[in-house]
């Protein structure tokens, strides 16, 4: 079954604690990307990938990193944390070239930031 | 730069009724558009596409149409259901694989 799959799903963590929300898809899927989705705001890429080691900004990418080291997985990483990171985060993945290619969410991770 | 424009939410409707749930969008050269829909507690999933002007995507029971004349995608069905509740999102794609979203519409549909 194809899946992307995040953890956690839930976390609330500390001002300035540095956490990890990973995703990993079992599609072999060159291109992944990381989303956050707040209200009024509908989604907005954080990071994207094209391929290993190939990682690029989306439109909201301060605060953010990632990194690409194996096809599979894709972690966003929040060296400090703070409040306005509080938001529903979701990772996706697609396939490379075409037009109307489909793309594939993770469940969403909701990270709140106290 | 490019964009979509959803209707504001919540769409409060009864069973059975007709629905349509507008979307505009602004970009350069020739984008191809979506719906996904995310459920409550999930991710979103494709629920229809359409690649060239004309098109129309169809799928359980909700059709949209590429406009390119008014730049549109109104999502339609024509008997909600219950289990049809959830966010709607429109999006275009634009260069390589860059999606970009609407601000999502909320449907609330009550027995």
């Known amino acids: 079954e194809a899946q992307v799959t995040q953890n956690p799903r839930y976390l609330i963590t500390v001002t300035g604690k540095k956490l990890t929300v990973t995703c990993s898809q079992n599609m072999n899927h060159e291109y992944m990307s990381w989303y956050r989705q707040d209200p009024g705001l509908g989604l907005r890429q954080i990071y994207y990938?094209?391929?290993?080691?190939?990682?690029d900004k989306g439109d909201v990418p301060e605060g953010y990193k990632v990194s690409r080291k194996e096809k599979r997985n894709f972690p966003l990483i929040l060296e400090s944390p703070s409040p306005n990171q509080t938001s529903l985060y979701f990772c996706?993945?697609?396939?490379?070239?075409?037009?109307?290619?489909?793309?594939?969410f993770g469940q969403g991770t909701r990270l709140t930031v106290v | 730069g490019n964009s979509v424009t959803q209707m504001e939410g919540p769409v409060t409707l009864s069973e059975e009724a007709f629905l349509t749930i507008n979307c505009t969008y602004t970009a350069t050269g020739y984008p191809s558009l979506f719906w996904y829909v995310q459920y409550p507690g999930e991710g979103l999933q494709l629920l229809l596409k359409a690649t060239k002007a004309d098109d129309k995507g169809s799928n359980k029971g909700f059709e949209a149409t590429y406009r390119k004349e008014t730049t549109s995608f109104h999502l339609e069905k024509g008997s909600v259901q219950v289990s049809d509740s959830a966010v709607y999102f429109c999006a275009l794609i634009t260069g390589f694989q860059k999606l970009v979203f609407g601000t999502g519409t909320r449907l609330l549909v009550s027995p």
């Open positions: 990938s094209m391929n290993v080691e190939v990682t």
């Open positions: 996706a993945t697609a396939e490379i070239g075409g037009r109307g290619t489909e793309a594939f």
